[in-house]
């Protein structure tokens, strides 16, 4: 079957030059959208709010492997910093620059390009689709996560799912992600009653009463770790009064933390207890505590198995090394999609991602489209089971 495959680096280059800062599509779906077009797959456009999502198959049979990644970038920073412009998609000395380039354009234009090779060889015996979102750096809300809702309510099937994002620590293939930690964030704000420091029993200091709050989080050890993860870790953000004057008792306190947790808990249990917490610090306070949590995901993991032995011996097989299993780093829309089904990540190196003159050397982007071809192929030679 002769298929118009698109060149990776070629690809990666394109979406580069469409400056596609969160909410900003700038083109890029477009872009991919007709790539995939013109390799038969059958695309879907989903905008929800001002964000635009593409969800692309090509085959109805079972099993359906998906790629899930994101055409939207972080903002480029002071322009003037980058040894080029940002946006301009220079290659220089075998290296590709410009914001994208590693996290994720590249993985993209990877994966189209190998999903062009493998199905113009006749390798994909059920289904493969793509999943891009235009929400992944920003609030994540009508993003991968609303474009999941819809597919669960139509019922899709989508047996398993490879994030593109760049997981490789220092080379390419050396990490891939098999589960995440969740994430919670807390707003604490302390409400007293103001007054001159001389004279402290016609007030309500807040602020002592945050420190005994923060301390008290601070002070317990949340876990010791959980398989495949690390400890929990609990991380004071800002602590802001916003007092100008040395001799005013404040009427407000405030302070966010983050937590970064491993599935010895859950969101929901980790606001309770910093809820508990409150009702303590509060006892004899003339004030009042106000306080907010929101959870943006929850830990998750695919347990070591027969997906996640199939990315490795790809990554083996095409880059000639074995990868960690890691549960490390920030959060991703696996978060979203492991609700659908196994999901794992494997992508570029990561270090250059939301920085100056970030990078992906060319033979990586090409090294790693030969990553996912054989991905995919052994993918439906031998189905994984879990």
């Known amino acids: 079957m002769t298929l118009a495959v698109p060149d990776a680096v070629e690809l990666a280059q394109a979406l580069i030059r469409r400056p596609s800062v969160t909410p900003a599509d700038a083109g890029a779906m477009d ?22 999502n593409l969800y692309a198959r090509r085959g109805t049979a079972r099993p359906n492997l ?51 090779g493998a199905l113009g060889a006749g390798e994909v015996t059920g289904s493969l689709s793509l999943l891009i979102t235009g929400d992944e750096e920003g609030e994540a809300v009508c993003g991968t996560k609303a474009v999941v809702e819809r597919l669960r309510a139509e019922g899709e099937a989508i ?41 402290p029993g016609r007030a309500a200091n807040p602020v002592p009463v945050l420190i005994r ?21 609990l991380e004071i953000t800002t602590v802001d ?25 859950t969101g929901a249990s980790l606001a309770e207890w910093i809820r508990a917490e409150t009702a303590k610090a509060a006892a004899d306070f003339a004030g009042r505590i106000d306080v907010r949590t929101h959870a943006s995901g929850e830990a998750f993991l695919t347990p070591p198995g027969a997906f996640t032995e199939l990315v490795a011996g790809a990554v083996a097989k095409a880059a000639g090394r074995r990868p960690e299993l890691s549960t490390t780093g920030g959060t991703s829309d696996a978060r979203f999609i492991r609700d659908l089904c196994p999901t794992v990540e494997l992508g570029l190196v990561g270090a250059s991602m939301h920085g100056i003159d970030e990078q992906a050397p060319l033979a990586d982007i090409r090294q790693l489209a030969l990553i996912y071809r054989e991905l995919i192929r052994r993918y439906f030679e031998s189905p994984p089971t879990h």
């Open 159 to 199: 047996d398993h799912c490879l994030v593109g994002e760049p997981t490789s620590a220092a080379e390419l293939g050396d990490m891939i992600k098999i589960g995440r930690r969740g994430s919670l964030n807390a707003w604490l704000t302390v409400e007293g009653s103001p007054g001159h420091v001389a004279y």
């Open 66 to 116: 998906c790629f899930a990644g994101h055409t939207d970038v972080v903002p480029a920073g002071d322009a003037a910093a980058w040894s080029a412009d940002p946006f301009a998609a220079r290659i220089d000395g075998g290296v590709l620059y410009g914001r994208g380039a590693a996290d994720m354009k590249g993985a993209i234009a990877a994966f189209v390009t190998a999903a062009g």
């Open 241 to 265: 009064v916003g007092n100008p004057a040395a001799n005013v008792i404040p009427a407000r306190a405030a302070a966010r933390l983050n937590i970064r947790f491993n599935p010895n808990h």
């Open 213 to 233: 709050l923060l301390s008290a989080l601070q002070a317990r050890r949340l876990d010791e770790g959980y398989a495949q993860f690390q400890p929990s870790n």
């Open 31 to 52: 872009l991919v959208e007709e790539a995939l077009r013109a390799l038969g797959f059958a695309c879907r456009r989903m905008r929800f709010g001002e964000i635009e």
